[in-house]
């Protein structure tokens, strides 16, 4: 069975710091390409970051640039998203998504991703709360 299984989410003051992890199982990451997405109360699911199958390039929405960084360990089918200088405005449920992508831009793949998800399904995510 295909899997991604996020965790890491919890309760953060503002200026902290989460790790979110995204594990995979029944299949490996290596070839795939990954990304993180969130979904507020009311609003739809967007992209947050993703990064490539083949040369680990990046891509991150301009409203994590800069405190977000995701990298993916191939060797613990592991993909992660530290997540440093949180603002209240990043409060969401975080998914992360898995597809066999190749020969677009990062942002393209982002993209698809989020329509898609990995072979049509989410999993359950991860909640992330950044409050005082």
């Known amino acids: 069975q295909l899997r991604l299984v996020e965790s890491g989410g919890g309760l953060v003051q503002p200026g902290g710091s989460l790790r979110l992890s995204c594990a995979a199982s029944?299949?490996?990451?290596?070839?795939?390409?990954i990304g993180w997405f969130r979904q507020a109360p009311g609003k739809e699911r967007e992209g947050v970051s993703c990064?490539?199958?083949?040369?680990?390039?990046?891509y991150y929405a301009d409203s994590v640039k800069g405190r977000f960084t995701i990298s993916r360990d191939n060797a613990k089918n592991t993909v992660y998203l530290q997540m440093n200088r949180l603002k209240t405005e990043d409060t969401a449920v975080y998914y992360c998504?898995?597809?066999?992508?190749?020969?677009?831009?990062?942002?393209?793949?982002?993209?698809?991703?989020?329509?898609?998800?990995?072979?049509?399904?989410w999993g359950q995510g991860t909640q992330v709360t950044v409050s005082s």
């Open positions: 990064i490539s199958s083949s040369d680990g390039n990046t």
């Open positions: 029944g299949f490996t990451l290596d070839y795939y390409a």
């Open positions: 998504a898995a597809g066999p992508l190749q020969g677009q831009t990062v942002q393209a793949m982002c993209g698809i991703l989020r329509r898609m998800g990995t072979f049509g399904s």
